[in-house]
Each structure stands twice: as C-alpha cells, then as structure tokens.
C-alpha cells in the first residue's frame, strides 16, 4: 500500500538548515522535528507541513513524496 513520505529532511540538508534552526524557524517542537527526521512517514497536520515549507522557502509539495515512489510515466512521442 503506498502513502506519503515527507522530503523534510532532505530539502532542510541540501539548503544547509539545522534541525534546531528549521524547529526554531518554523516554531515547532524540536521533538516533532526529530520524529519526523526519523520517521519521514510520520503523520503532520497541515499546519506542521505549512510551517516547514514557509521556513524552508519551498513549496508544501516539495516535502511530500508517494512511499514507494510512483513509477515514472514514459509518455509516448
């Protein structure tokens, strides 16, 4: 059964953004942000996603990938 994976980790390494900076940034708990480094497939609120992706300056579909990844669509030419 697939579900949703989120990228929070990821996208918070690739621009350089510490666990306690990205909590601090965008006012969460820094336990939350812990479970959710550890347990991408965490449940969050919409209000925790929205926070996280307003703190990292991406959009919220930029943190959320299917679990397992969706196989990709050749489209035909």
């Known amino acids: 059964m697939a579900g949703v994976r989120l990228r929070v980790k990821e996208v918070a390494q690739q621009k350089k953004i510490s666990q306690g900076g990205l909590s601090r940034q965008a006012n969460i708990d820094?336990?939350?942000?812990?479970?959710?480094?550890?347990?991408?497939?965490?449940?969050?609120?919409?209000?925790?996603?929205?926070?996280l992706a307003t703190a990292l300056n991406v959009d919220v579909s930029l943190l959320l990938e299917s679990d397992p990844p969706l196989p990709?669509?050749?489209e035909a030419g």
């Open 72 to 74: 990709k669509i050749i």
């Open 30 to 51: 820094l336990r939350t942000l812990r479970k959710i480094y550890r347990e991408p497939t965490s449940i969050v609120t919409t209000e925790t996603l929205g926070r």
